[in-house]
């Protein structure tokens, strides 16, 4: 069974500046997805970014980008320029590549506040 | 907007009853994945449909059943109700290979 951990339950930072949430993860297999999405209160889950295991390269979209550490077994999010409207929880998610069979496994989540 | 809704948007059920709800998946999307979120809790799987058929289950008793329809659409069904399962009820769809997109959630009261 897989698990995933995010061990920053808060963060807060400046608008403007740029944070990082911590991801950790679990697993045996080696082929899988890592995601990051952001529930705002809205409560729609927003997928942020994707990246794909066998993938060295981090995966980047605008000012998001992530740290994959496959052998860390590690996953950060870097938040660049945040904005207000980046307030929101964010969860970390593990998929094993299984057609037709993919569930994701979440973290805790880290609730994250930009400050004015 | 993902193309993902869910009905009703909140619900208030009495302990011991049952409930349904429902989702209409986006466009081109065969999957269905149904998810649970407690308060202040990251989401837990429930189970999967794909083309009609359950396909895979997460550690949730029977009373939590689910049906997928020709047009893959799908509902999440609870019985017996017990005041644990408040929650947010989220819907995912998604297609071979591809990310999954979530509705707004429901979410459900018991008292």
Partial sequence: AQTVTQSQPEMSVQEAETVT??????????NYYLFWYKQPPSRQMILVIRQEAYKQQNATENRFSV??????????????????GD?????????????????LTFGTGTRLTIIP | ETGVTQSPTHLIKTR????????S?????NTVSWYQQALGQGPQFIFQYYREEENGRGNFPPRFSGLQFPNYSSEL?????????SALY?????????????GQGTRLTVV
């Fill in chain 2, 77 to 85: 069904n609870v019985n017996a109700l017990e005041l644990d399962d």
């Fill in chain 2, 25 to 29: 998946s986006q466009s081109g999307h």
């Fill in chain 1, 67 to 84: 740290n994959f550490q496959k052998a860390a077994k590690s996953f950060s999010l870097k938040i660049s320029d945040s904005q207000l």
């Fill in chain 1, 87 to 103: 307030t929101a929880m964010y969860f970390c998610a593990f998929m094993k590549r299984d057609f037709g069979n993919e569930k």
């Fill in chain 2, 90 to 102: 989220l819907c995912a769809s998604s297609a071979r290979d591809t990310e999954a997109f979530f």
């Fill in chain 2, 16 to 23: 011991g009853q049952q409930v349904t709800l429902r989702c």
């Fill in chain 1, 21 to 30: 949430l911590s991801c950790t993860y679990d697993t045996s297999e080696n």
